[in-house]
């Protein structure tokens, strides 16, 4: 079976650097990937990652490793509109199963 | 502007109805998916497609049936309405490669 494991919140002050920690258990997997969801509304898509190694987006950076089965994403100059929950998801067998999300709470 | 639409953001069904949940991408996307999110598990998969007339069962099947007869369309059917069915389905998505998922804004269905 498929699973992921991420932490169910986080709570980081405003303008500070964050990690979300993703562990996954699938088989069949091609890529992870990050969503963000803010309360009321659909997911919408970050990053992916098929590959070791980081990508950049601007303020958000994911990493995956795929021989420790690990990803992360890294959100920086927190803003009170990063307040959301976040979803690492796998991509394997034509199928995308989601982790359960974290909750991100930003204090002022 | 890519979009997933749902036909409907709410609906109200009787224990026992069969209900119809409609899903129309127009990004020419092979794959379809339909989530359900519940407070604390996340979205879970119920159902996804990667292709016309293909379907192949998520995590959490039971009690749901879907068609897909055009590309652009994927619907997904309660049979017999449950109230362990309220909840809010989520239909998505993407190219064949998987990398990205694009949702439509949900539909939030109470059975009673």
């Known amino acids: 079976g498929q699973s992921l494991e991420q932490p169910s919140e986080v709570t980081a002050v405003e303008g500070a650097i964050v990690q979300i920690n993703c562990t996954y258990q699938?088989?069949?997997?091609?890529?992870l990937s990050w969503y963000q969801q803010h309360d009321g509304g659909a997911p919408t898509f970050l990053s992916y990652?098929?590959?070791?190694g980081l990508e950049e987006t601007g303020r958000f950076s994911s990493f995956l490793s795929r021989s420790d089965s690990y990803g992360y994403l890294l959100l920086q100059e927190l803003q009170m509109k990063d307040s959301a929950s976040y979803f690492c998801?796998?991509?394997?067998?034509?199928?995308?199963?989601f982790g359960k999300g974290t909750r991100l709470h930003i204090l002022p | 502007d890519v979009k997933v639409t749902q036909s409907s953001r709410y609906l109200v069904k009787r224990t026992g109805e069969k209900v119809f949940l409609e899903c129309v991408q127009d990004?020419?996307?092979?794959?379809m998916f339909w989530y359900r999110q519940d407070p604390g598990l996340g979205l879970r998969l119920i159902y996804f497609?990667?292709?016309?007339?293909?379907?192949e069962k998520g995590d959490i099947p039971e009690g749901y049936s879907v068609s897909r007869e055009k590309k652009e369309r994927f619907s997904l059917i309660l049979e017999s309405a449950s109230t362990n069915q309220t909840s809010m389905y989520l239909c998505?998505?993407?190219?064949?490669?998987?990398?990205?998922?694009?949702f439509g804004q949900g539909t939030r269905l109470t059975v009673v």
């Open positions: 699938t088989s069949g997997f091609y890529g």
């Open positions: 998801a796998v991509e394997g067998d034509d199928k995308i199963i």
């Open positions: 990652n098929a590959l070791d």
């Open positions: 497609s990667y292709d016309v007339k293909m379907k």
């Open positions: 998505a998505s993407s190219p064949r490669q998987n990398t990205e998922a694009f």
């Open positions: 990004m020419d996307h092979e794959n």
